[in-house]
């Protein structure tokens, strides 16, 4: 990426960061809460151009007479959603995702493995493990957007989130003085169906979270190769594409 052009980051996430119910039963000890949680970031120079690209994409699946066969009178196809796409669209979209021009950057927790301060409060953990996502991801212009997927529009939710993030990034900074520290950094919150990017995190996120949580690897065998980093955070494991996962 050019150091003239702008930055954007779309964050979404596959698994949830509870491990506790409210009255201190370990949910994923019991079996009812996610072994893992992944958070990926997709990056881009210009997300009005991505956009275009995911529209255009959709509209040409949406003239496909076979795939339209297969559809239910339920299903229309407003936007990408891996969990709940039907498997011939997820493999047309994943296959679909290698040929654009992004990066692809990830961080898997095994939360049960996290300090117990992150394992206590999953709003924290969340927000935690967010900034070490992005510390080294969003100085690559002067200007950067980040974009979350969130469902919910509670400002509390979202100053912390905010926090979280930002205290890591500047202890980053600190540690890294070479680095332009000047930055106009902006932080969006957006329901996933807003964006192409957020609707790609998704399908990235839930690609690596099903080799995790499920030992299936068939959808990230689709798009290995356009992954640029997978951080096992808790195992200290990095994967890239000459050392995949």
Known sequence: MKKNKKNYIFIDESGKPEIYSAKRVNLVEQGSATRFLVLVAIRCDDQLILQQKITDFKAEL??????????????ALDNFHAKTDYPEIREEFYNFINSLDIKIDIIVVEKLKCHDTLKNNPGKMYGVMSGQLLKNICHQTKNTEIIFSRKDSKLKLKQ??????????????????????????????????????????????????????????????????????????????????????
């Open 62 to 75: 949406l003239r496909n007479k076979e795939l339209m066969n297969i559809f239910s009178s339920a299903y």
């Open 160 to 245: 912390e989130l905010e926090y979280e993030v930002e205290r890591i990034r500047i202890e980053y900074l600190l540690e890294h003085p070479k680095l332009e520290s000047s930055l106009d950094i902006n932080y969006q919150h957006n329901p996933h169906y807003t964006h192409g990017g957020l609707q790609i995190a998704d399908y990235v996120a839930y690609a690596i979270f099903q080799a995790y949580e499920r030992d299936n690897r068939y959808w990230y065998e689709i798009i290995k190769k356009k992954i640029g980093k997978v951080q096992d955070i808790c195992n200290k494991k990095y994967f890239t594409r000459s050392n995949p996962l």
